[in-house]
Antibody, heavy 116, light 106 residues
């Protein structure tokens, strides 16, 4: 199992960014997926969930209305569209596979920095 | 909103047993998981479904969950176990992480 995130970068408050996570080594379409973030020097914060089919979506209150999770099962890829970014969104963003109620595999993360 | 509370730090001597706790309302009624994170690395699952160890995780890692407390116990702690440890559970449609415990082996 391998999860590889990409798309992070430096941008100004109010900007937008789309993160990607490419999965390999397993049947991507069979697993629910999540985004989890970690601000510099801080703990883990769950961001969003998407079911295996993409039909069910959940978001943390801190990103609801600004972030959109999606997936392309034909391309084994997970996405996070982030709009109206704030300084407090600065973090390493991990994609994580969900198995039942636990996150069994994590990517290496991609850093998003929001600063003027 | 649901919260999981962990002590910020725990210290243990090499070879001794470390007990890391995680407090949450009726946590024992939920499925708890534990993750180890070393500096510069991604989190690694070490305990799931309260007591189960993923393949490759040493037997010295054990978990329990009852009442309001989940506990990660590391027996015969080694220097390589020094890391941040996070508990996690789901509250309805929200995943919740504890604030993390920094385990120091000295």
């Amino acid at each position: 199992v391998q999860l590889v995130e990409s798309g992070g970068g430096l941008l100004q408050p109010g900007g937008s960014l789309r993160l990607s996570c490419e999965a390999s080594g397993y049947s991507f379409r069979d697993y629910d997926m999540n985004w989890v973030r970690q601000a510099p020097g801080k703990g883990l914060e769950w961001v969003s969930y998407i079911s295996s089919s993409g039909s069910t979506l959940y978001y943390a209150d801190s990103v609801k209305g600004r972030f959109t999770i999606s997936r392309d099962n034909a391309k084994d890829s997970l996405f996070l569209q982030m709009n109206s970014l704030r300084a407090e969104d600065t973090a390493v963003y991990y994609c994580a596979r969900l198995r039942r109620r636990h996150f069994d595999f994590w990517g290496q993360g991609t850093l998003v920095t929001v600063s003027s | 909103s649901y919260e999981l509370t962990q002590p910020p730090s725990v210290s243990v001597s090499p070879g001794q047993t470390a007990s890391l706790t995680c407090f949450g309302d009726r946590l024992g009624e939920k499925s708890s998981s534990w993750y180890q994170q070393k500096p510069g690395q991604s989190p690694l699952l070490v305990i799931y479904q309260d007591t189960r160890r993923p393949s490759g995780i040493p037997e010295r890692f054990a978990g329990s969950n009852s009442g309001n407390t989940a506990t990660l116990t590391i027996s015969g702690t080694q220097a390589m176990d020094e890391a941040d440890y996070y508990c996690q559970a789901w509250d309805s449609s929200t995943a919740v992480f504890g604030g993390g415990t920094k385990l120091t082996v000295l």
